[in-house]
C-alpha cells in the first residue's frame, strides 16, 4: 500500500523473527478459532454479570456510585470466570492474529449476549433485533475475509518502537474522564462506554506486544527469548491495569443501563477504536490493498447497522416495557385511591354506628329521666292530694260534737 509497508513486508520475510507463510497461515487459523471461542464466553459473561448487579439493584445498591457489593454476588463471579477465560482466549487470538482480524469477531459476543438475554433477563429478542445478529455476522465475515493474517511485530522492541503514537487516545481518554463523565454519564450511555472502549484498545495493543512476543520466544528459544527484554514487564503490567480500567466502566454502564443497549454500543465503538489505535500505531491503514481496505471499510457500516438494529429493537422494547409500567403506577394508583375511599367509609360508618350508639344511649338515659321525673311528679301529686285530704277529714272531725268542747 505505501513504500513503508513494502519495506516492512520485505525486511519480514527476511528476519528470522517473523514465521515463514506456512507458520503464519497456521497461526492464523489458530488465532481465528481462540478468537471464536473467547467471544463466546465473554458474551455469556456479560449476562451473568448483569443478573448479578440487577439481583443487587433490587437489594438497594447502587453500583453506579460506587457501591462494591457486587463482589459478594455469585452470578457475578461466574460472570467474572467466564470473562477470564475469553479473555485468556482473547489474548491467545491476539497472540497469533493481528488485531484488525481478531476485534471485528466479537460480533459472536454481541449475538451470544442478546441470545442469552432473552433467557436469563427476559430482554426480549424481537425480529428487528434478529435481522441485527444476522447483519453483524456479515459484517464481521466480509471484514475477516479481507484483513491481513500476519502479525506486524514480533518482539517486544518492535512493539516500544511503535508504541507511543496513538496520543489521541489518552488525549480523548482524558476529557471523558474530567469532563463527560461528571455531567453526562447517568443520562448518556456513551460516555461509560466510550471510557471502556478507550481502555480496551490500548488493553488490545498490549496484548499485540506481548502475546507476540511470547509466541517469538516459545517457537525461538533460547535465542529469540524476549523476557530478556527489560521493556516486557511495564507492558505486562500496563496491559493488566487496563484490564481493571476496562472492567469497572463496563460495570458502571451495566449497572446504569440495559445490556442490549449498553453491549452493542461497546462493541461498535471498541471495534473503531481499535482498528484507529492499530492505524495509528503502525502509522499505517493494515490492509495490503486498496479493494480490501474498502471491503473492510465496508463490513465495519454493515457492523455499524446491525449493531444499530439491535439497539432500536431493544429500544423498541424497552419503551414497551416502560408503557407497560406507567399503566401498572396508574392502576396502582387508582387501586390506593379507592383504598382510600374504602377506608374513609368505613371510617364513616364506624363514626355513624358510634354516634348513633351514643344517641340511642342519650335517649335512653333521657326517657328513664323523664320517666323518673313523671314518677315523682305523680307521687308530688298523690302524697299532695293525701295531705289535703287528711286536712279536710280532721277538719270535718272537728265540727263534730264530740270533737267540739263544751
Not at 507476540?212 to 533460547?222: A, K, L
Not at 481499535?274 to 479493494?291: K, Q
Request: aromatic letters at 10%; hydrophobic letters at 45%.
Amino acid at each position: 500500500m505505501t513504500s513503508g509497508s513494502s519495506s516492512a513486508n520485505s525486511s519480514a520475510a527476511t528476519d528470522p523473527s517473523h514465521p515463514p507463510a506456512a507458520a503464519a497461515a497456521w497461526q492464523s487459523a489458530v488465532g481465528i478459532s481462540l478468537a471464536l471461542a473467547s467471544n463466546a464466553f465473554i458474551g455469556a459473561s456479560v449476562v451473568f454479570r448483569k443478573r448479578g448487579l440487577v439481583d443487587l439493584a433490587s437489594s438497594g445498591h447502587d453500583i453506579a456510585s460506587g457501591s462494591n457489593a457486587y463482589l459478594r454476588n455469585v452470578y457475578w463471579w461466574l460472570g467474572m470466570l467466564l470473562l477470564a477465560i475469553g479473555e485468556v482466549s482473547n489474548f491467545g487470538a491476539y497472540a497469533f492474529s493481528p488485531a484488525i482480524l481478531v476485534t471485528p469477531l466479537g460480533t459472536l459476543s454481541v449475538v451470544v449476549s442478546a441470545v442469552l438475554a432473552n433467557y436469563f433477563l427476559k430482554e426480549r429478542l424481537t425480529t428487528l433485533g434478529k435481522l441485527g445478529c444476522a447483519l453483524c455476522i456479515l459484517g464481521v465475515v466480509m471484514i475477516v475475509t479481507h484483513a491481513p493474517t500476519a502479525q506486524t511485530t514480533a518482539t517486544v522492541p518492535e512493539f516500544i518502537y511503535h508504541a507511543f503514537q496513538p496520543v489521541f487516545i489518552g488525549a480523548m481518554l482524558a476529557v471523558l474522564i474530567y469532563y463527560a463523565e461528571p455531567r453526562y454519564a447517568r443520562t448518556n450511555p456513551f460516555v461509560y462506554v466510550a471510557m471502556s472502549s478507550c481502555g480496551g484498545s490500548y488493553l488490545v495493543l498490549s496484548a499485540q506486544g506481548v502475546g507476540s512476543s511470547i509466541v517469538t520466544t516459545v517457537r525461538d528459544f533460547p535465542e529469540n527469548n524476549q523476557f530478556l527484554q527489560w521493556p516486557m514487564y511495564p507492558l505486562i503490567l500496563f496491559m493488566v491495569l487496563t484490564i481493571v480500567f476496562q472492567i469497572t466502566y463496563l460495570n458502571k454502564a451495566m449497572a446504569a443501563y440495559s445490556t442490549a443497549i449498553i453491549y452493542p454500543i461497546h462493541y461498535v465503538c471498541f471495534t473503531g477504536m481499535t482498528i484507529l489505535s492499530t492505524a495509528f500505531l503502525f502509522r499505517e491503514f493494515p490492509v495490503t490493498s486498496l479493494d480490501s481496505g474498502a471491503s473492510i471499510v465496508e463490513g465495519f457500516l454493515v457492523l455499524v447497522a446491525g449493531v444499530m438494529l439491535l439497539y432500536m429493537s431493544n429500544l423498541e422494547e424497552l419503551n414497551k416495557i416502560e408503557a407497560e409500567n406507567v399503566k401498572i403506577q396508574a392502576v396502582d394508583t387508582e387501586v390506593t385511591d379507592l383504598d382510600t375511599v374504602l377506608v374513609d367509609r368505613e371510617n364513616r360508618e364506624s363514626v355513624r354506628r358510634s354516634l348513633s350508639q351514643s344517641n340511642d344511649a342519650r335517649s335512653r338515659s333521657s326517657f328513664q329521666q323523664h320517666r323518673q321525673r313523671r314518677r315523682s311528679s305523680h307521687l308530688n301529686e298523690e302524697n299532695g292530694a293525701f295531705l289535703v285530704n287528711r286536712d279536710a277529714v280532721w277538719a270535718e272531725k272537728e265540727q263534730l260534737p264530740q270533737y267540739q268542747k263544751s
